[in-house]
């Protein structure tokens, strides 16, 4: 998992909520991401990150949200319109978005739905 | 489009056996191809890599990974199993004529389970 810290480990919403997952990196790296994990569905890209203060929708944004106001934190909110939250839900930083670029994960926050 | 193809959901293996997990993918454009491991409850680990040059690359815990082109293909490979192995494996590739070159996105195949048997 390396220097990228997600928290909480566990977190459960209600109805109508918003929540918001921790993602922080001390690995000076540029890019970040979020990807969303299903069972039997491998892992789908839902927000990216270049630079600070600059961020792109992946394939799976609505209902999410996130913001990139420092190089070491990349918060994702769960907003109420997302209708299907419950999954693994994974933080990864790059040093930059070469094609040859690693991507390094964090340990993932696990989201429920009361 | 570009995708990621692991045909078998669940691969056992007895300890001390090679193993072999296959990918194969689907891209219009020279892949970048990555290999990582997912214990459970916990994030991916990095194992190995392709971006050019020699076909057989080797990565961490004794893992390799054999490049064929011709066969699109990025199987992954070890001589001896361990039961501590046991895990879910999930190929990756990168596309640079694609989307993934914009968004550096990784495009995931759906993983495949390892089961070592002592």
């Known amino acids: 998992d390396g220097g990228i810290t997600q928290s909480p480990k566990y977190l459960f919403r209600k109805e109508g909520q918003n929540v918001t997952l921790s993602c922080e990196q001390n690995?000076?790296?540029?890019?970040m991401y979020w990807y969303r994990q299903d069972p039997g569905q491998g892992l789908r890209l839902i927000y990216y990150s270049q630079i600070v203060n600059d961020f792109q929708k992946g394939d799976i944004a609505e209902g999410y949200s996130v913001s990139r106001e420092k190089k070491e934190s990349f918060p994702l909110t769960v907003t109420s319109a997302q209708k299907n939250p419950t999954a693994f839900y994974l933080c990864a930083s790059s040093m930059g978005q070469g094609m040859g670029e690693t991507q390094y994960f964090g340990p993932g926050t696990r989201l429920l739905v009361l | 489009a570009q995708s990621v193809a692991q045909p078998e959901d669940q691969v056992n293996v007895a300890e001390g056996n090679p193993l072999t997990v296959k990918c194969t993918y689907s891209?219009?454009?020279?892949?970048?191809l990555f290999w990582y491991v997912q214990y459970p409850n916990r994030g991916l680990q990095f194992l190995l890599k392709y971006i050019t040059g020699d076909n057989l690359v080797k990565g961490s815990y004794g893992f390799e990974a054999e490049f064929n082109k011709s066969q699109t293909s990025f199987h992954l490979k070890k001589p001896s199993a361990l039961v501590s192995d046991s895990a879910l494996y999930f190929c990756?590739?990168?596309?640079?004529?694609?989307?993934?070159?914009?968004?550096?996105?990784?495009?995931f195949g759906q993983g495949t389970t390892l089961q070592v048997k002592p």
């Open positions: 891209v219009s454009g020279n892949p970048y």
């Open positions: 690995l000076n790296h540029d890019a």
């Open positions: 990756a590739v990168r596309d640079p004529s694609g989307d993934s070159g914009n968004t550096g996105k990784l495009i």
